[in-house]
């Protein structure tokens, strides 16, 4: 693993092994010492839990990290992005972190550089969020040890959703049964090249889900402003306490990426509740498998 660019790439043994360091770095256990080496968080989408969680990541690790500043840099004197990255390799980076619009964007970059700079894709365009998947992973099993023959029912923006695909993806590795709830326009144009269950109807999908993970409405990516209906939407497939407890598992786990529509796509008060709390623990989480990856990627730097 010389770079993490999505789930397709990177091996079962590998997530496991990034699973079982951010375990012990929760525990306080073996925490890398990653002095000198420097990281780059280039964002040209928003974010709160990936950029903070990746920099208090790296800090925990004693890295450098740069707030590298999308708006205020050369890009808008006209350098293009393979000149950035060659340069900011020359100045001492080792590893940039980088969420852009564009799916496919880290292997444009790889195509056109020289350098042996190496990436993490922190979310790009539709496609892909592998680190999103990794922690997402990380809190299944840490709440019910495996996802194998667990039913796991996805909800929601399916077709502009970064976080589902690669949740679908790492999930099917390890044998998960997945199920999938959407409104037909934000459902996959191809359904059946994933091993996947599909629902109209929100109580069947997730009548006996083990993990229930609402997705957010990706409203910037829709091609027509304000479409869906966010009363209509919440009408079908928002999720509530009562909607929760009546048809899901007993203990089963309620997960967002984040940030969440209050109120859309989970109501305030099932937010609130005890079943609500697993959300924070996945930010928290972040922080541990951020620094796994790192650790991985810096330590495997050149093999892959
Ligand atoms: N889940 C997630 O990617 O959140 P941010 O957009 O805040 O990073």
């Given at each position: 693993m010389?770079h993490?660019?999505?789930i397709?790439?990177?091996?079962?043994s590998d997530?496991?092994?990034?699973i079982?360091s951010a375990?012990?770095y929760?525990?306080?256990?073996?925490i890398?010492n990653?002095?000198?080496?420097t990281?780059?968080?280039m964002?040209?989408?928003?974010s709160?839990r990936?950029?903070?969680?990746?920099e208090?990541?790296?800090?925990?690790?004693g890295m450098?990290?740069i707030?590298?500043d999308?708006?205020h840099s050369?890009l808008?004197?006209?350098?293009?992005l393979?000149?950035?990255?060659?340069?900011?390799?020359?100045?001492?980076?080792d590893?940039?972190?980088?969420r852009?619009?564009?799916?496919?964007?880290i292997?444009?970059?790889?195509?056109?550089?020289?350098?042996?700079?190496q990436?993490v894709n922190a979310?790009d365009?539709?496609?892909?969020?592998?680190?999103q998947?990794?922690?997402d992973?990380?809190?299944i099993?840490?709440?019910?040890k495996?996802a194998?023959?667990?039913?796991?029912?996805?909800v929601?923006?399916?077709t502009?959703s970064?976080?589902?695909k690669s949740?679908?993806?790492?999930?099917?590795?390890?044998g998960?049964?997945?199920h999938?709830?959407?409104?037909?326009?934000m459902n996959f144009?191809?359904?059946?090249?994933?091993n996947?269950?599909?629902?109209?109807?929100l109580?069947?999908?997730?009548?006996?889900?083990?993990?229930?993970m609402?997705?957010r409405i990706?409203?910037?990516r829709?091609?027509?402003?304000?479409y869906?209906d966010?009363?209509e939407y919440?009408r079908l497939?928002g999720?509530n306490?009562?909607l929760?407890?009546k048809y899901?598992?007993k203990?089963a786990?309620?997960?967002?990426?984040?940030?969440v529509?209050?109120?859309?796509?989970?109501t305030?008060?099932l937010?609130e509740s005890k079943?609500?709390?697993t959300?924070?623990e996945?930010a928290h989480?972040?922080?541990f498998?951020?620094?796994?990856?790192l650790?991985n990627?810096?330590?495997?730097k050149?093999e892959?």
């Open positions: 010389k993490l660019i999505d397709e790439s990177i091996s079962q997530i496991l092994d990034i079982e375990r012990q929760k525990n306080g256990q073996n890398p990653l002095q000198h080496r990281a780059a968080l964002f040209y989408e928003n709160t990936t950029k903070c969680s990746f208090i990541a790296g800090k925990k690790l450098n990290v707030n590298f999308t708006a050369s808008s004197k006209g350098e293009s393979k000149d950035t990255v060659e340069n900011l390799y020359a100045l001492g980076v590893i940039i972190i980088i852009h619009s564009l799916s496919g964007i292997y444009n970059i790889l195509n056109q550089i020289k350098c042996p700079i990436f979310g365009g539709t496609r892909s969020h592998p680190t998947a990794l922690l992973f990380f809190t099993t840490e709440k019910i495996t194998e023959g667990k039913k796991i029912t996805i929601g923006d399916i502009h970064r976080v589902a949740n679908i993806k790492l999930l099917s590795k390890f998960a049964d997945i999938v709830c959407a409104p037909s326009y144009k191809n359904p059946d090249i994933y996947i269950t599909y629902h109209q109807d109580k069947s999908a997730i009548k006996d889900a083990d993990v229930v609402a997705l990706q409203n910037e829709h091609e027509k402003e304000g869906p966010s009363a919440k497939y999720i306490s009562e929760f407890s899901a598992a203990n786990i309620l997960m967002h990426p984040g940030p529509n209050t109120d859309i796509e989970l305030a008060e937010l079943a609500g709390e959300i924070l996945q989480n972040g922080v498998v951020r620094m796994a990856i650790n990627l810096i330590n495997q050149g892959g």
